[in-house]
């Protein structure tokens, strides 16, 4: 339920190093479901696994569905946990990559998947009359202060 006021995330608790990553996939051929359904289910078996385990880095995540395909944004402690967790042979993560690649190497291009990784040095958010979503639904929200007014203030504060 969304709270009136204006918020914006704690930056005290998101930290200095901060990640954004964002992993997608996209579905060229979804009549080949042998292709793309197991690289789909793999994702939310590594977000339940990494939710269960805060301590391997994962602040929160948002899952989006559009025009390209499903994406996850999600919110990292720092870049060393993210690539961790990525190289982690007792995770999810390396068995669900190795079968990912096999699988694509025979379905003729059938299924993509992306990543794009943006360590921070700072951020900036706010969120009028919404409820606690993003960023501030992975790390917290704190009320937007008289010097948190503009978007340039709240990044400025930082650094």
């Known amino acids: 339920m969304a709270e009136r006021g204006r918020w914006t995330h704690d930056r005290a ?4 190093d901060l990640v954004v990553f964002l992993i997608g996939m996209r579905v060229v051929k979804p009549w080949r479901i042998d292709a793309w359904l197991p690289t789909f289910r793999a994702m939310g078996t590594m977000l339940t696994e990494l939710s269960r385990e805060p301590a391997r880095g994962l602040l929160g995540f948002r899952q989006m ?3 390209g395909g499903p994406t996850v944004v999600q919110y990292w402690r720092d870049v060393d946990s993210l690539y961790a967790y990525a190289s982690d042979t007792t995770g999810a993560h390396r068995p669900a990559w190795a079968e990912f690649n096999r699988r694509a190497r025979e379905s003729g291009g059938a299924v993509g998947i992306w990543h794009e990784t943006y360590p921070t040095r700072g951020s900036e ?3 009028v009359d919404m409820p606690a979503l993003g960023l501030a639904a992975a790390v917290g929200r704190v009320p937007v202060g008289k010097r948190q007014d503009r978007a340039r203030a709240r990044l ?3 650094d």
Request: hydrophobic share 40%.
């Open 13 to 16: 608790a998101a930290g200095d």
């Open 65 to 67: 569905i559009g025009p």
């Open 125 to 127: 958010s706010v969120y």
């Open 156 to 158: 400025d504060q930082a």
